[in-house]
């Protein structure tokens, strides 16, 4: 099964009196990159968040990003009656030692951290469990978007080899009689200026000629590196790099063809490989 590397998943649920959101996002990239992006008082679940992605993929650059929202609902100030008499306790030791100082204002009282709350507290334990199992429905959301993506872009691939096959069947009736062309071309030229040659001569050139012509390896080496390229995306993954080598080897041959091509229309289909290949490549980009 071919994977894109590309893909979006979200997923919402409920919980601890929390309204909870995963959002992943994968682009392409050489290796797994994961950045995090949560509440810290949930960050004690990242690493075995980590560790799930990397047993599910391979390759890709993945922003993963947590939000955690009250719900809306009718919620009740609570006051921290033990915690405020021990601040007023304190205020008071600082008022015998310093009695300059004057009466604490009531509203400085109540901004002292833990003395007022809400009953919007919540089971780290138990939310832990409800953002880990959040996270592996995303997880399996974006998995199965990259497998559909991966899809079609097998598919492209598979076109664009299937026109390579094309372009060297094309080379290579073209060059089947390659001696003749080039016996029948050195010998017009010879009878335009009215020159006359040897004849073993003329038939040693026309030989070193068509050796230096001969594009039968090339040609071979496409087709082979065509139906490896079939044989990887058949195999289980990943596949990206394995083919991203393979379009640098069709490339070399589709280069080596164009400077012994001695034919126009050779040439041109050179260049035509060229473009399929390029193709071919963008899109292998995308592949895990």
């Not at 797994?32 to 990397?54: I, N, V």
Request: with cysteine.
């Amino acid at each position: 099964m071919v994977n894109s590397m590309t893909a979006f998943a979200r997923s919402q649920a409920h919980g601890g009196g929390f309204v909870l959101t995963w959002e992943i996002r994968s682009v392409n990239h050489r290796f797994l990159e994961m950045q995090f992006r949560m509440p810290e008082a949930l960050r004690a679940a990242e690493y075995p968040l980590r560790e799930t992605l990397r047993k599910h993929l391979k390759r890709g650059k993945l922003d993963c990003s947590l939000r955690m929202e009250p719900q809306q609902t009718e919620t009740t100030i609570e006051l921290n009656r033990p915690l405020l008499l021990q601040v007023l306790a304190m205020v008071e030791q600082v008022r015998r030692d310093a009695p300059e100082i004057g009466s604490p204002n009531p509203m400085d009282l109540l901004r002292w951290p833990g003395v007022i709350g809400d009953d919007a507290q919540f089971d780290d334990e138990a939310l832990t469990a409800t953002v880990t199992d959040l996270f592996e429905e995303a997880l399996s959301e974006l998995m199965a978007y990259r497998q559909r993506e991966g899809t079609q872009l097998a598919e492209t691939i598979a076109s664009r080899l299937d026109e390579i096959d094309k372009v060297v069947a094309d080379v290579k009736g073209r060059t089947a009689s390659i001696g003749h062309q080039i016996q029948a071309r050195l010998q017009a030229r010879l009878d335009d200026l009215s020159v006359q040659v040897d004849a073993d001569r003329l038939e040693q050139e026309v030989a070193l000629l068509a050796q230096r012509a001969d594009v039968a390896e090339e040609l071979d080496r496409l087709g082979i590196h065509v139906e490896e390229a079939r044989s990887i995306l058949r195999k289980p993954g990943p596949h990206g790099r394995r083919l991203d080598f393979l379009t640098q080897e069709l490339n070399r041959e589709a280069n080596t063809l164009g400077a012994k091509a001695t034919l126009v229309e050779n040439s041109q289909r050179s260049v035509d490989l060229k473009v399929i290949i390029e193709q071919i490549r963008e899109q292998v980009q995308n592949i895990e």
